[in-house]
């Protein structure tokens, strides 16, 4: 079983020298972004430069996150990039139909993509958006801009939609989603707290904005000595006696248990970031 990635690092798509710093960070998946973190009057430059980047090869998987759909720009930053061999993917913010996937997978002829909910209404569609079309590969939530429009001060505000988001990837035969970005870059006790809470309701991995996070999330997600071990035991019974069974201390075990094992297993077998 491949290891998922656990780590998204976003780098501004207008500062090329960033964004070469962002690849040989360490993350998984590297996000350049053309939207939120770009000045209305840098767009141009920075759809230029990271079309030029995505030309040849990249030394990680590298996304872009375009626009929004329903406005110009949008569509200039799919035609621009979309086609590119460098791509390794496109994320769309602020989906609220299953109709924007739709379209995007027909004009851009099949680029994986990666849904950013991060409304009310997208969260309401959170499962037809993640069912719309084979290029879908994720869902994930746009926290910053969800908690703007519900208009949500605590943080246990969210949790509702962030459990909504989990189930309808799991519904939709999706990955899990990986967390929103933890915006204060110094708070790395915190980082890691919101880290185990995100595990505990089912995300796997996060997006980050600084490189100094990455080491956080990772060791928030791998798995503990512990788990591990668990994990070690329920594989080697079932590799003995396929079939449900019940193990020597009383743990009942059958094919999803089991599944979730080999998952454990898989992140314990991919590098932690130094």
């Given at each position: 079983m491949t290891a998922p990635p656990l780590t998204w690092l976003y780098?501004?798509?207008?500062?090329?020298?960033?964004?070469?710093?962002a690849l040989a960070a360490g993350a998984d998946v590297v996000v350049i972004d053309l939207e939120d973190a770009v000045a209305p009057d840098r767009k141009e430059y920075a759809r230029e430069a990271t079309a030029e980047l995505l030309t040849g090869p990249q030394p990680v998987p590298v996304h872009v996150r375009v626009?929004?759909?329903?406005?110009?720009?949008?569509?200039a930053d799919l035609a621009a990039v979309a086609a590119l061999p460098g791509l390794s993917g496109l994320r769309l913010p602020k989906v609220t139909s299953p109709e924007q996937i739709t379209g995007v997978a027909e004009a851009t002829g099949g680029p994986p993509l990666y849904a950013l909910l991060e409304t009310a209404l997208g969260v309401e569609r959170a499962y037809g958006i993640a069912a719309a079309h084979p290029s879908l590969r994720g869902v994930f939530l746009g926290e910053a801009d969800l908690r703007a429009d519900l208009g949500v001060r605590g943080d246990a505000g969210l949790d509702w939609s962030r459990s909504r988001v989990v189930v309808a990837a799991r519904a939709a035969g999706l990955a899990p989603p990986a967390q929103s970005v933890h915006p204060d870059t110094r708070d790395l006790e915190g980082l890691a707290a919101s880290c185990a809470h995100g595990r505990a309701l089912g995300f796997l991995g996060r997006a980050a904005i600084h490189p100094r996070q990455l080491p956080i999330i990772e060791r928030a997600y791998l798995p503990t000595e512990r788990e591990l071990e668990e994990a070690e035991t329920i594989v080697k019974a079932a590799t003995a006696q396929p079939g449900a069974q019940a193990l020597p201390d009383g743990r009942f075990i059958?094919?999803?248990?089991?599944?979730?094992?080999?998952?454990?297993?898989?992140?314990?077998r991919r590098p932690v970031i130094a």
């Amino acid at each position: 079983m491949t290891a998922p990635p656990l780590t998204w690092l976003y780098a501004p798509g207008d500062r090329p020298k960033v964004v070469a710093k962002a690849l040989a960070a360490g993350a998984d998946v590297v996000v350049i972004d053309l939207e939120d973190a770009v000045a209305p009057d840098r767009k141009e430059y920075a759809r230029e430069a990271t079309a030029e980047l995505l030309t040849g090869p990249q030394p990680v998987p590298v996304h872009v996150r375009v626009n929004a759909l329903d406005g110009p720009l949008g569509p200039a930053d799919l035609a621009a990039v979309a086609a590119l061999p460098g791509l390794s993917g496109l994320r769309l913010p602020k989906v609220t139909s299953p109709e924007q996937i739709t379209g995007v997978a027909e004009a851009t002829g099949g680029p994986p993509l990666y849904a950013l909910l991060e409304t009310a209404l997208g969260v309401e569609r959170a499962y037809g958006i993640a069912a719309a079309h084979p290029s879908l590969r994720g869902v994930f939530l746009g926290e910053a801009d969800l908690r703007a429009d519900l208009g949500v001060r605590g943080d246990a505000g969210l949790d509702w939609s962030r459990s909504r988001v989990v189930v309808a990837a799991r519904a939709a035969g999706l990955a899990p989603p990986a967390q929103s970005v933890h915006p204060d870059t110094r708070d790395l006790e915190g980082l890691a707290a919101s880290c185990a809470h995100g595990r505990a309701l089912g995300f796997l991995g996060r997006a980050a904005i600084h490189p100094r996070q990455l080491p956080i999330i990772e060791r928030a997600y791998l798995p503990t000595e512990r788990e591990l071990e668990e994990a070690e035991t329920i594989v080697k019974a079932a590799t003995a006696q396929p079939g449900a069974q019940a193990l020597p201390d009383g743990r009942f075990i059958d094919a999803a248990v089991v599944a979730t094992a080999r998952r454990t297993l898989s992140l314990a077998r991919r590098p932690v970031i130094a």
